[in-house]
């Protein structure tokens, strides 16, 4: 053992990393990777960093362990940091930037996740995963479990998924259930799944997803050269807004970073349960029972991390809200037209949100701002169609091609 546990995020219980848990026995919470820190130089971990490209492994000191000769890996991570001159521009900011989190190998910033996630997997033995997924969750585990040789079952809200990331997990060769019900019904089946049919989850409730996750916090620093004043950023099931801040946080303690930026937890208005316990200050969420949104990827009414998010936005002196979807389209549209960056529509959310925050005041247009962009928007096309001018049709002659451009 080299001294990392698992241990429960509310009554501290500890347990061995080499179980298969996803929650304490005693109180039901979540359970997270304790990687112990004190030991660490950050001369040296700078060093060995520097020697390595960037992308999750790089990390690989602050991942958990595991004894396998190579990790199952597909190059994640090492995502650019785009700055944002003409957006930025526009919202009068200097400093912005989008993680554009969607140029990983299936597409979104799961795949982070997935890398470690599955690694574990087969380091523990395991034959069977299983997920419930709004999409890309189900994507990305279809792929790492094909090159892991694993057999993959996902399970979808039927009708309510993003044609992209179904088309990921259907060619991946994944058995795909679609559930009668929406993605809460779905996560339940999947925990009964696994409790009775022994099939191992990779969820973010499973403790070491989020660690690949963090892996985008330790980029930033990298790319940035510090840690940023506030970063904004989607949630759904509430899993990588506290992956982030958990990277933030490791970072400053070692001694690789300084500062820790506000967390903005964005998620759309009708599916906000977290925005709605902030705005009422409230310890709980109160589950939304029929969560609507063009944001398929986080219309998620009952967030399994609830707690882990609250406490990393509460930690990191941020706040959630939430953003209609009319403000969501239209920022993925801004993004799309002044950046060149396609990205779908709960990855846009970040941006609707950003552009709220800043006329309530409540984020300085002099902070360094990194927005976080969690999913390509080729994931969604029927999204973008549905909103965008239409194709003209003309015929192939120039007569019809000057008309056209004279209308
Ligand atoms: N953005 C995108 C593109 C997502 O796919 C998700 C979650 C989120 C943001 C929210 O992240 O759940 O960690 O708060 N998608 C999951 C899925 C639920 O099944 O693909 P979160």
């Not at 001369?43 to 190579?70: C, H, N, Q, T």
């Not at 400053?252 to 820790?260: A, E, F, R, V």
């Amino acid at each position: 053992m080299d001294g990392q546990i698992l241990r429960c995020i509310r009554c501290g219980r500890e347990f061995s990393d080499d179980e298969i848990l996803y929650a304490c026995p005693d109180c039901e919470n979540l359970l997270e990777v304790i990687i112990p820190l004190a030991d660490m130089d950050p001369k040296k971990l700078r060093k060995a960093f520097d020697s390595r490209p960037i992308g999750v492994w790089r990390y690989r000191e602050l991942l958990p362990r595991i004894r396998l000769k190579a990790p199952i890996s597909m190059n994640e991570g090492g995502t650019p940091l785009h700055l944002c001159s003409r957006l930025g521009g526009k919202l009068g900011i200097k400093n912005l930037y989008i993680k554009f989190d969607g140029m990983n190998p299936t597409g979104s910033f799961k795949d982070r996740g997935m890398t470690v996630g599955v690694s574990k997997a087969v380091d523990l033995k395991v034959k069977s995963v299983v997920c419930a997924s709004t999409g890309n969750t189900s994507a990305s585990l279809a792929a790492y479990s094909s090159l892991a040789g694993l057999k993959c079952i996902v399970m979808i809200p039927s009708g309510m998924i993003a044609l992209g990331k179904l088309s990921q997990a259907m060619m991946h060769g994944a058995t795909v259930f679609a559930v009668k019900g929406n993605f809460d019904d779905a996560l339940d089946l999947v925990m009964k799944s696994s409790r009775e049919l022994g099939l191992y989850v990779l969820n973010s409730v499973n403790p070491f997803r989020p660690e690949g996750q963090k892996t985008a916090a330790f980029e930033i620093c990298d790319q940035l050269g510090c840690a940023p004043d506030s970063l904004v950023i989607p949630v759904g099931n509430g899993g990588n807004n506290a992956a982030y801040w958990k990277g933030f946080s490791e970072f400053k303690d070692i001694g690789l970073s300084k500062g820790l930026p506000r967390i903005y937890g964005i998620q759309a208005e009708g599916a906000a349960p977290i925005a709605r316990a902030f705005a009422k200050k409230a310890n709980k969420i109160e589950p939304v029972r029929n969560p609507d949104t063009i944001a398929t990827a986080i219309k998620i009414g009952n967030p399994a991390n609830w707690l882990k998010t609250m406490n990393a936005i509460r930690s990191s002196k941020g706040t959630s809200i939430a953003v209609p979807d009319e403000e969501i389209i239209s920022a993925q549209k801004m993004v799309a037209q002044l950046e060149g960056l396609f990205v779908e529509p709960a990855a846009a959310a970040s941006i609707a949100g950003l552009i709220k925050l800043l006329d309530a005041g409540e984020i300085d247009k002099r902070e360094k701002i990194v927005c976080v962009a969690t999913g390509h928007g080729l994931k969604d096309p029927d999204a973008a169609i549905k909103v965008s001018k239409k194709p003209i049709e003309i015929e192939p002659s120039m007569k019809s091609l000057r008309a056209a451009l004279r209308n």
